[in-house]
């Protein structure tokens, strides 16, 4: 399958969208808590083993890195929330910056939205599912470290995030994704062609 994102390439970090590129053409961002494994998908879905900085300790992206896929088509690595080792403000401030980007970035198309499959849907995944919902945004969500999990077990969690998500957003949709046995990664790579005008 060809793969029009092993192109992309970091352009820059910024804590807010003061110092984030022109506000123009199109960008997917890629959300979900500290330890949902954001920048392992980035890195899979291009290709690029370090592309996203992996870190070992979660809570430590705190920037909104934009990748360019080309001129006009970026993605964009939100800092992962909820972990429970950073303080209240922390928390706070996160939470003001990705809100306030998801809620005023004219040239966000969509969000992939990562949630460990073993703990999908805690209350600020659905925090930020109500953002999405309310700004009018596709949303697509990866069900992650779905290799953690029997066949069985992971069609079955599956199954009750979707039951749960209808109510919560209603045009979202969701599969799930491994970066360890590269599960999903096609349907990904799929998703966002279909959003972005097929790439290829």
Known sequence: MNNPYQQTRFILGTPDTRHAPPDSGVEVAFAGRSNAGKSSALNILT?????????????????????????????????????????KTMKGQWQHNISNYLETRQSLLGVILLMDIRHALKDVDQQVLGWCWSADLLTHVLLTKSDKLKRGPAKAALFEARKRLQPLHPKATLQLFSSHTREGCEELQWKLDQWLGNLT
């Open 47 to 87: 290709g690029q083993r370090t592309l996203a900085r992996i870190s070992k300790a979660p809570g430590r992206t705190r920037e909104i890195n934009f990748f360019q896929v080309r001129d006009d088509i970026r993605l964009v690595d939100l800092p992962g929330y909820g972990y429970a080792k950073v303080s």
